[in-house]
């Protein structure tokens, strides 16, 4: 049975940076809803918004104390409403991030929890005690430090697999499913159309917490011991108590799952999710549990990655298509060439690869203009704790890297690349705001920004609205089957799409050079559906020009 969430396309919002309606530097809903008229121009179905929940904002939102309020920095529950109203009256639904993996401290079950050892809270969260007066293991924080943090009070560490101001809830406890459950069902109720599961995959920790192999500073990563055995059997709850009480869509953010653990996550028996997001394309570039390094993405390893999920899933689950999210950096200066010269070809080619493929492609504020990483001259400039605690853990504290060196990575790599202004116009502050805003403006913004990209046909902003278009047009782009050609060349990523007699053939040139390809010969009496390029003659040998990106129909 074909699903609307397999024929949609989904534009994730990062309210704190998307546009700014009172002048306080920070992005709130209010602008969200001003923008809407652009997102419907642009072509999306959903609008995946990440957190806007109560929150003292240490993790930008990911860190919440109470998920049934809204951060009076984004606007009122009425302001909500209004966007979940407006946002259907354009065809557009919302999507809220649920995160449930942990809460903040400042959420009243966290406070009741550290009081004492014995109270109806205590166990919503992970206590133990101390091993020879340290932490029980040896894992690390997703932001640099341990896992763990020692309470005085009651002389016990809490789990906090990421900052020590997220405590992890104890999913074991009945009781904390039932609180996230009843709070989904009070969304669902005000109209919300499902939801993206921060880290959900890590929700089920192994019972005995086993220690793991340290990293670069030396703690271990948790990414195994916290895929727990009881995962499934939650999701499954979580599906019959709430998300088939009406017509959702989930994905659930999955790092490290494996192709064989994600089947069972999003097979399409709708029993847990529609889809996940799984992360291996994001780790090319990367060192095993390092991101800190300036490693270059090796073209055949990103094509053996993606066709892996892409043939790996056929027929039995689905796939999440994406490049970047609020977690990435910008994939135009990552994966491909973001100077003058090639910005525009570079981003309509990674947005024709991405968005030619089996699955249900994520658009990620800015993408859509080809938003660029930030030139960071500083340290001081970053406001991401992952980035700041990196810094002071590997430089000053460790000395594993020097100043220089980290800033290289940081530029590459920070979370913060993503997450400056949407860049609205040339205007001061691009548009966003009228005041200096809470992150510094990508200073490449009277180049790149929406007014200019809008009513330019020939635009980046244009090339994704016609592949969004084609994507409702055509079925094969939908469901046709995908299958790699060319797997050893280092700068073309080919590949074709079936569906009955139609077929599809993507070209991808990921380099600067000219390439010289040869076509199947049952496309060359074909057309073009979409280029990057003015098109040039289809014939069998064809030069492939630097980044450029065609689709032809047999
Ligand atoms: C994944 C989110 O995408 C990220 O932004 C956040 O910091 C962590 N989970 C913790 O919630």
């Not at 993206?196 to 271990?220: C, E, F, T, W």
């Not at 200066?333 to 570079?346: F, G, L, M």
């Not at 000395?399 to 400056?420: G, I, Q």
């Amino acid at each position: 049975m074909t699903q609307w969430w397999q024929r949609a396309v989904i534009y994730q919002v990062y309210p704190q940076s998307f546009q700014d309606s009172n002048g306080d530097g920070i992005g709130d809903l209010k602008g969200l809803i001003q923008r809407l008229d652009y997102l419907q121009k642009l072509g999306i179905d959903a609008i995946w918004l990440s957190p806007v929940y109560q929150s003292p904002g240490q993790d930008n939102g990911y860190d919440i104390s109470d998920y049934q309020a809204i951060n009076p920095q984004f606007g009122t529950m009425a302001d909500l409403e209004a966007l979940i109203r407006q946002a259907k009256a354009r065809d557009i639904r919302i999507i809220m991030d649920l995160v449930v993996n942990h809460t903040s401290d400042e959420h009243r079950w966290f406070k009741v929890s550290r009081q004492s050892r014995a109270n109806p809270y205590r166990d919503y969260y992970i206590w133990r005690d101390g091993k020879d007066g340290k932490e029980p293991n040896n894992w690390g924080s997703c932001f640099s430090g341990p896992a763990w943090d020692y309470d005085e009070e009651t002389d016990m560490y809490y789990l906090h697999l990421f900052s020590k101001k997220q405590p992890d809830l104890n999913w074991d406890n009945p009781k904390v499913r039932e609180e996230v459950f009843d709070m989904m069902n009070w969304w669902l109720e005000k109209g919300v159309d499902g939801f993206r599961m921060d880290v959900i995959s890590l929700i089920s920790k192994q019972p005995d917490l086993p220690d793991g192999k340290p990293g670069i500073n030396g703690y271990a990563s948790f990414n195994e011991p916290a895929n727990g055995p009881h995962v499934h059997e939650y999701l499954q709850e979580m599906r019959e108590k709430v998300l088939n009480n009406a017509d959702t869509i989930t994905v659930g953010e999955c790092s490290g799952v494996t192709l064989e653990e994600a089947k069972k996550y999003a097979r399409s028996d709708e029993k847990e999710l529609n889809m996940v997001f799984q992360f291996e394309h994001m780790d090319v570039d990367a060192d095993a549990d390092n991101k800190w390094t300036d490693k270059k993405m090796d073209l055949r390893e990103m094509k053996a990655v993606l066709t892996k999920w892409q043939k790996g899933l056929e027929d039995i689950a689905w796939n999440s298509l994406f490049w970047e999210n609020h977690d990435q950096p910008r994939s135009v200066s990552r994966y491909a060439d973001d100077s003058a010269k090639y910005h525009d070809v570079s981003a309509k080619m990674l947005a024709t690869c991405i968005h030619m493929m089996q699955g249900t492609p994520y658009v990620y504020q800015g993408e859509e203009l080809g938003m660029t990483n930030v030139p960071f001259t500083s340290i001081d400039q970053f406001r991401d704790l992952d980035s700041i605690n990196a810094y002071r853990e590997l430089v000053e504290e460790q000395h594993v890297f020097t100043a220089e060196e980290m800033m290289r990575y940081l530029c590459r790599k920070s979370r913060d690349n993503a997450r400056t202004p949407f860049q609205w116009d040339d205007s001061a502050y691009a548009g966003f705001s009228t005041v200096e805003p809470w992150i510094m403006v990508n200073p490449n913004y009277k180049e790149i920004n929406a007014k200019k990209q809008v009513d330019d046909p020939e635009s980046v902003f244009n090339y994704y609205r016609k592949l969004i278009a084609l994507r409702k047009e055509k079925e094969i782009i939908v469901y046709g089957t995908y299958d790699l050609l060319l797997p050893e060349s280092e700068e073309i990523y080919m590949y074709t799409r079936t569906l009955g007699e139609e077929k599809l053939l993507v070209v991808c040139n990921f380099s600067e050079k000219e390439v010289a390809v040869e076509i199947p010969e049952e496309f060359c009496k074909g057309s073009y559906l979409i280029a990057n390029y003015p098109e040039g003659e289809i014939k069998e040998q064809m030069t492939i020009r630097p980044y450029e990106a065609f689709v032809l129909e047999k």
